[in-house]
């Protein structure tokens, strides 16, 4: 097989520990030397030095959990070029299995041009993907939030979600303060209608008919708060996503032309791909790695399955169906 790296490593990154396998072709023979470091930054500046001396040029590690990127920022200040190798592409053969034997075998793969690296955004990029992938997060909990208030409001008989299209909105709102505050009177409840619900009066006050509790009270109390610390966190987000924004804004406001693809949505399709389009050689290679299409298992010339791989969590919308599965029982 074809050496294209004399002198490489790979490493196997842990959340305290990385262990390094250096592998050196000096001479016709192969030399292989594992040492294990510490992933505090003493740790890993002492690694970077130890690859430098060895004169490795070629370094891979596994992308696991955060934990690789930490040992990524140390040694890209170094003179290597680094590889994020998939795990589920560079499994290992059965058999005995050891951080020293894993560390060895991606140097062995890295070696002879074996692994595919995966795709690394710039530091900018990653930082981006950071603000908006945490504000995807909490809008999604938000959700949640409000769907404890459709529980809690059920649980009293409280059928305002049957009569108001968005329960947290203007007239819903204000109808889950007084109930909070403690009025009960169905009346007094639907006259809080904004006057552009087109509900009637007669059926807001038989939805709002029910017997809210004081520990109902307390969870839509509970509820609203954090629903309200949860808009505030989104703002600040906002905020700060639009002032670093800079660098990519006009790759955003290009891909909000597209039908459908509004400003949020441009942003987040922008930092997740990144700028740089030369790292997919074609369109096909950026839906593949978008998981946009469909997998190609065939056999003795019968297609067994075309379904759609995971691909970009963060690029595809969750499916309603798998966040219903997720929602309270």
């Known amino acids: 097989m074809e050496l294209l790296h004399q002198r490489c490593a790979g490493l196997d990154v842990h959340k ?10 000096v001479e016709g023979k192969v030399i292989t030397e594992v040492r294990t470091f510490a992933t505090t930054t003493q740790g890993l500046l002492s690694l970077s030095d130890w690859l430098a001396e060895n004169g490795c040029t070629h370094v891979a590690m596994e992308a696991t959990g955060v934990y690789w990127k930490p040992v990524w920022h140390v040694l890209s200040d170094g003179d290597f070029e680094l590889v994020l190798a ?4 560079v499994k290992n053969v059965p058999g005995r299995k050891t951080d020293a034997s894993d560390a060895a075998w991606l140097a062995e793969l890295l070696a002879h041009g074996l692994i595919r690296g995966s795709f690394v955004p710039d530091g900018p990029t990653q930082d981006m993907r950071a603000l908006l992938r945490t504000r ?8 949640r939030h409000t769907q404890r208030i459709h529980k809690t409001l059920e649980d009293a008989n409280i059928k305002l979600d049957a009569v108001l299209a968005d329960v947290l909105g203007r007239s819903g709102r204000a109808m889950l303060e007084a109930l909070v505050a403690g009025e009960s009177d169905p009346v007094r409840l639907a006259a809080l209608a904004h006057a552009g619900v087109k509900c009637p009066q007669e059926k807001l006050r038989e939805a709002l008919r029910g017997r ?8 839509l109390r509970l509820h609203l708060g954090q629903i309200d610390a949860l808009d505030a966190a989104i703002a600040t987000l906002d905020r700060e996503v639009d002032a670093n924004l800079g660098p990519f804004r006009a790759a955003v406001e290009q891909v909000s032309t597209i039908p459908g693809v509004k400003a949020l949505g441009a942003q987040a399709i922008v930092c997740e791909i990144g700028t740089d389009m030369s790292r997919f050689p074609t369109v096909g290679h950026l839906l593949s790695w978008a998981g946009m299409c469909p997998r190609n298992d065939e056999s003795a010339g019968k297609r067994r399955s075309r379904r759609l791989r995971k691909g970009a969590p963060w690029l595809r919308p969750r499916s309603r169906k798998s966040e219903s599965k997720r929602g309270e029982g």
Do not use: C, D, G, W
Not at 86 to 89: D, R, S
Not at 136 to 143: A, D, F, G, M, S
């Open 16 to 25: 305290q520990s990385v262990v390094a396998a250096v592998r050196l072709a």
């Open 86 to 89: 998939n795990a589920a592409h």
């Open 136 to 143: 995807k997060q909490l809008t999604r909990e938000k959700t």
């Open 212 to 219: 809210v509790r004081e520990h109902h009270r307390f969870l």
